[in-house]
Each structure stands twice: as C-alpha cells, then as structure tokens.
T-cell receptor, first 117, second 112 residues
Framework: DTGVSQNPRHKITKRGQNVTFRCDPISEHNRLYWYRQTLGQGPEFLTYFQNEAQLEKSRLLSDRFSAERPKGSFSTLEIQRTEQGDSAMYLC???????????????FGSGTRLTVV | AQSVTQLDSQVPVFEEAPVELRCNYSSSVSVYLFWYVQYPNQGLQLLLKYLSGSTLVESINGFEAEFNKSQTSFHLRKPSVHISDTAEYFCAVTLTGNQFYFGTGTSLTVIP
C-alpha cells in the first residue's frame, strides 16, 4: 500500500465550473476525512466518513460541496459552481478507527491544489 | 470548542542550533495533542502525539514535545536542527479523534 492517494494533484478551473477530486485511502482504513487548507492557515475540517456513512459535516461545507464514499473505499469531493474563494489545497486523510476516544492521528494524502480563476 | 494558537508564524534558526516552536491550546476538557510536519508540496506527516501518560513525548528524528496542563501548552523542541528540518509545522488538538483543530502553522527555516 502506498498510502493515501489524491487525484488530481493540481486543478485550475474557471469560476462557475464544477470540479471533482478523488481520494484513495489506505485500504484497511475505515475512516476517511476531508480538510481544506488555505494559504497561511492550518487545515480546516470539512467532513468525514466511517465506511460509506458520512458521519459529520462542517459548516464550511456549503451546499455547493458534496462528498461521497459509495463503497466505503475511495471518496470523491465535488464542488459545484466554483468561486474564487474555493481556491485552496484539499487534503484527504484516513485512519483505522476501532473504539471511541481513540486518537491515533491520521495519514494524509499530498492534497489537490485547486485554483479558481 | 477547542482551538490552537501557534505564536510564531516564522522561525529562522542556524543549522545545529536548538529550536522551540510554541503551541498553546484552549479546551475545557481533556484533549489529545499532536504535531504534524508538512514539507513543500506534500501532505501532513505525523511527527509526535500526546495521548496520556508521560508528559514528554519524542519522535524518531530527534524532536520532542512536552505537555504542560497548567500552561495549556505543547511546545515542540529539538536540541540541534538540520537543514532537512526546514518545513511547516502544525500543532493540532482533538477531543475524540474524529475532528482535529489545527493551528496556523510555524514555518521553520534552517539556515546553513
């Protein structure tokens, strides 16, 4: 296993277009997370899945954003009608969750850098 | 709610000198604390973590951090830095492991 894989690495899109990013987590990890990182800031939580169930969504995830993990393996993050403020690095992470209050840290992917022009 | 403050946005330091990157957190309940490192154009990598037990935790590449509950701090230190330590360092806190709150990061630049 080569870790968490994200595609594409870079995406430039025109304002108003839709974009979709893909994340392939570590195969035995049951939890998958999406974070957004803007320039000069730390990552901000967007949403996470346990298997195929989306368990939590941040208020940052407006209704233009949708995330799926249809078979509990890879995940996609779609942004509709992109705006310049969506320009950021979108990070995916995964972990193996076994019990409550387990905090083992994530394995992050290298991210997808989105530029909206 | 939890939050993290990293007091220094940029820290330049000469090679082989010691360094301390400061992190303070805010939480009304017990939390878990982490340091992540991000090299250019890469994702974040876990550097070290405090879950419970000994308040001094160490990483495999010579970094250490000490959890101080009374000062709500989790400062990262290294006694002698190397050029390869140049990176962005993020302190993070989590209550349950489901959602991490990250600081704004400290850019460490090691000067030859």
């Amino acid at each position: 296993d080569t870790g968490v894989s994200q595609n594409p690495r870079h995406k430039i899109t025109k304002r108003g277009q839709n974009v979709t990013f893909r994340c392939d987590p570590i195969s035995e990890h049951n939890r998958l997370y999406w974070y957004r990182q803007t320039l000069g800031q730390g990552p901000e939580f967007l949403t996470y899945f346990q298997n195929e169930a989306q368990l939590e969504k941040s208020r940052l995830l407006s209704d233009r954003f949708s995330a799926e993990r249809p078979k509990g393996s890879f995940s996609t993050l779609e942004i509709q009608r992109t705006e310049q403020g969506d320009s950021a690095m979108y990070l995916c992470a995964s972990s193996l969750f076994m019990f409550e209050r387990q905090a083992d840290g994530y394995t992050f992917g290298s991210g997808t850098r989105l530029t909206v022009v | 709610a939890q939050s993290v403050t990293q007091l220094d946005s940029q820290v330049p330091v000469f090679e082989e000198a010691p360094v301390e990157l400061r992190c303070n957190y805010s939480s009304s309940v017990s939390v878990y604390l982490f340091w992540y490192v991000q090299y250019p154009n890469q994702g974040l990598q876990l550097l070290l973590k405090y879950l419970s037990g000994s308040t001094l935790v160490e990483s495999i590449n010579g970094f250490e951090a000490e959890f101080n509950k009374s000062q709500t701090s989790f400062h990262l230190r290294k006694p002698s830095v190397h050029i390869s330590d140049t990176a962005e360092y993020f302190c993070a806190v989590t209550l349950t492991g489901n959602q991490f709150y990250f600081g704004t990061g400290t850019s460490l630049t090691v000067i030859p």
